[in-house]
């Protein structure tokens, strides 16, 4: 931080942090740092998470230098996460949203830990995305693909709104982009 970003007209100025991203959102909960303070808790509206799936596995980057880890699997894993699902919610706007994306590994238990915190009746949606390219033969497949992820969307309450966007296509396109 060299104190020089950018600065919005209300004078707020993004925040890129690096380290444990609970102890980052303890530090916004706790609303005392100056940089932050009455600026950020109870004020988002969207929150997106996308931690390691809880595989076991260490990543590299493209130069052999350590990416990420998904060192914590099993039921550490899945409490790693629900710590972070519970400082979140308290920190989003009465309407405000969370978005988690999880492997198929633990996706279903995250499920359960999100319909704890925020409550079953604010559970939006779940989106499955197919990682992989359709590479069937004409044989068929030797085993089930699992390559999907699951996304779960979820609101702080009830009068949360969503906001459908439809955009014209170009005319050779015909039809719509649908959007949030």
Same mark, same amino acid.
């Given at each position: 931080f060299n104190g020089h970003r950018e600065q919005w007209?209300?004078?707020w100025r993004n925040i890129i942090s690096f380290g444990d991203n609970l102890q980052f959102l303890k530090t916004l909960y706790e609303n005392k740092d100056? =940089?932050?303070k009455d600026k950020v808790k109870g004020r988002i509206k $969207?929150?997106?998470i996308d931690p390691p799936f809880g595989t076991g596995d260490e990543y590299d980057g493209n130069s052999g230098q350590a990416a990420?880890?998904?060192?914590?699997?099993g039921a550490e894993f899945v409490e790693f996460i629900r710590r972070r699902i519970i400082v979140a919610k308290e920190l989003l706007a009465y309407d !405000?949203? =969370?978005?988690?994306r999880q492997g198929y590994h633990f996706g279903h238990y995250i499920k359960i830990c999100l319909d704890e915190v925020f409550g079953k009746q604010n559970c939006v949606n779940e989106l499955?995305?197919?990682?992989?390219k359709k590479n069937v033969t004409k044989k068929g497949r030797r085993n089930i693909p699992n390559a999907v992820d699951h996304v779960y969307?979820?609101?702080?309450s009830e009068d949360s709104q969503f906001v459908n966007? $439809?955009?014209? $296509?170009?005319?050779?396109?015909? !039809?719509?982009w649908h959007g949030m």
């Amino acid at each position: 931080f060299n104190g020089h970003r950018e600065q919005w007209p209300d004078s707020w100025r993004n925040i890129i942090s690096f380290g444990d991203n609970l102890q980052f959102l303890k530090t916004l909960y706790e609303n005392k740092d100056p =940089l932050i303070k009455d600026k950020v808790k109870g004020r988002i509206k $969207l929150i997106y998470i996308d931690p390691p799936f809880g595989t076991g596995d260490e990543y590299d980057g493209n130069s052999g230098q350590a990416a990420y880890s998904a060192k914590t699997k099993g039921a550490e894993f899945v409490e790693f996460i629900r710590r972070r699902i519970i400082v979140a919610k308290e920190l989003l706007a009465y309407d !405000g949203w =969370l978005v988690v994306r999880q492997g198929y590994h633990f996706g279903h238990y995250i499920k359960i830990c999100l319909d704890e915190v925020f409550g079953k009746q604010n559970c939006v949606n779940e989106l499955i995305v197919n990682r992989v390219k359709k590479n069937v033969t004409k044989k068929g497949r030797r085993n089930i693909p699992n390559a999907v992820d699951h996304v779960y969307v979820y609101r702080k309450s009830e009068d949360s709104q969503f906001v459908n966007v $439809l955009k014209k $296509l170009p005319e050779q396109k015909k !039809g719509y982009w649908h959007g949030m």
